[in-house]
């Protein structure tokens, strides 16, 4: 009897073990199911199958929590679609030229050829190295009173200082336009703004009615990088 009675003491308790941990599975699988349901878990396993979370996909922010733009070494600006396709008086044939001669190539900049052609800076241009050229595109010049372009075209003293006051030495990049600036008539410009809107103040232009706007800017040639803008500027007065 005794015996018997020892045999099934090991079946009860084996038995409530076996209870003990069926109860303790369905407990954690009630618990696991309730975390199922929120968003915590479902971006967990969202992040295990190769996704990611809202925040992960958020674009890099500045010190100050605003966005910070990508930045970019291409041309910028409305008038760059005025800029031909391709051949040499497009982005891509400008780079393997002087500046002078990438001007001659690009139609957007024939009046400022003439001018630089009659004061006789073409070689002044191209053999300069890193410089930075403020190109006033044809429409600039058409802004300019016929009787007074005129004047300018004649009197090459003048058309020299004009010229060469659109002229900054070194090659500056969008983030360094911004500033004042020495030219090579040995003055000084002011430029305002950032990322691809530039502007000078209208009393530095010739016809002072209106601030004079980068509208196609971080052109290459072979020695200067180019903004192009829609006012012919007008160095300081001695």
Do not use: K
């Amino acid at each position: 009897m005794s015996h018997a009675r020892r045999s099934r003491r090991p079946t009860v308790t084996n038995t409530l073990t076996r209870g003990v941990l069926l109860a303790t599975a369905a407990t954690l699988a009630l618990g696991l199911s309730a975390c199922g349901s929120d968003d915590t878990g479902s971006d967990t396993v969202a992040a295990a199958e190769g996704g990611s979370t809202s925040s992960s996909s958020a674009p890099e922010s500045s010190m100050d929590g605003s966005a910070t733009p990508a930045a970019s070494d291409e041309p910028f600006g409305a008038a760059c679609s005025a800029v031909p396709a391709d051949g040499e008086g497009s982005f891509t044939g400008m780079t393997d030229d002087p500046v002078a001669t990438a001007a001659s190539n690009n139609p957007v900049l024939s009046t400022l050829v003439t001018a630089v052609q009659a004061a006789n800076l073409v070689d002044t241009l191209n053999t300069t190295e890193d410089i930075t050229v403020l190109a006033p595109a044809n429409p600039a010049f058409e802004a300019v009173p016929a009787d007074a372009l005129d004047a300018l075209l004649a009197d090459t003293p003048q058309l020299t200082a004009v010229l060469t006051h659109h002229v900054i030495a070194g090659r500056l990049t969008p983030d360094q336009l911004a500033g004042t600036h020495t030219t090579l008539n040995n003055d000084e410009v002011t430029v305002e703004g950032s990322g691809e809107a530039f502007t000078l103040a209208a009393d530095q232009t010739v016809v002072g009615a209106a601030p004079a706007s980068v509208i196609c800017g971080n052109v290459q040639t072979a020695n200067a990088t180019v903004y192009i803008i829609d006012q012919v500027l007008a160095p300081a007065a001695s």
